[in-house]
């Protein structure tokens, strides 16, 4: 049996490598159905969207009118109905709430390459600097494949991406069960 590491989080943690392990496979067996099922998942992906929006909405405007009378009331409560239209928009119509999740992934992909490409070129002269430069080409492609593509591709890019992230931080819990048991 692996001794303590002098790791309070791995120690921790440790007792719990079976369910981690376990819930790492899980998670990816999850993902795997988002990639293989894009459309499917985009479109529960963007329910639970209009779902947690509609919350968020009725949870603000709770607060804002338990807290009437006192400064910022009017903003908590304008945000409360934009969350809330918004959220009520998406749960009637969630093709146009996938194709509204494609623009913002499109658009963030295209300006964070241009960002990862500034700093690839003042990382220039160092080593490494091609990678970043690499990164940055690939999420400009991407970003311009999305939007480019669309509304075609708002049918499988949020679901797909959800499956990539499920499959990689499954993965990576799967990873950490099987690091945390061999601790010594």
């Not at 969630?94 to 070129?121: D, H, N």
């Not at 999305?146 to 591709?153: C, E, N, Q, S, Y």
């Amino acid at each position: 049996m692996p001794t303590s590491s002098n790791h309070p989080i791995a120690d921790a943690w440790r007792q719990h490598a079976g369910s981690l392990r376990l819930q790492g496979g899980l998670i990816v067996l999850l993902g795997i159905i988002a990639i293989v099922l894009p459309v499917v998942s985009t479109l529960a992906l963007t329910v639970v969207l209009g779902v947690v929006l509609v919350i968020a909405a009725v949870a603000e405007g709770s607060r804002a009118l338990r807290a009437w009378g006192q400064q910022g009331v009017g903003m908590a409560l304008l945000l409360a109905a934009v969350a809330g239209i918004a959220g009520l928009l998406v749960l009637i119509d969630p093709f146009t709430g996938a194709l509204s999740l494609a623009v913002v992934i499109g658009v963030y992909m295209v300006v964070s390459g241009v960002a990862k490409a500034r700093f690839a070129w003042a990382l220039r002269p160092h080593a490494g600097w091609s990678w970043m430069a690499f990164s940055a080409a690939l999420s400009i492609v991407l970003g311009i494949v999305i939007l480019a593509g669309l509304p075609f591709t708002a049918l499988w890019v949020p679901g797909t991406l959800l499956g990539i992230e499920l499959v990689f931080f499954g993965m990576a819990l799967f990873m950490l069960a099987g690091a945390l048991r061999n601790i010594a």
